[in-house]
């Protein structure tokens, strides 16, 4: 949960300062409302295809 926490943080370009801020609750609220709005504008998940995981890995 912890490394989930951090890593949607850091997505969002938070930093761990301002990451501090928050409350898990209301960091959770933060993350619904963000990704929420990401959705609305049509940026929509994909699923990762072979040439996305060789990008990751190199």
Not at 21 to 50: C, H, M, S, W
């Amino acid at each position: 949960m912890d490394l989930l926490i951090l890593a949607n943080a850091k997505k969002m370009g938070l930093s761990f300062d301002e990451l501090a801020l928050f409350r898990v609750r209301d960091f959770l609220e933060f993350t619904d409302i963000y990704f929420g709005e990401l959705q609305k504008q049509g940026e929509q998940a994909r699923e990762a295809a072979q040439e996305d995981i060789d990008k990751l890995l190199m």
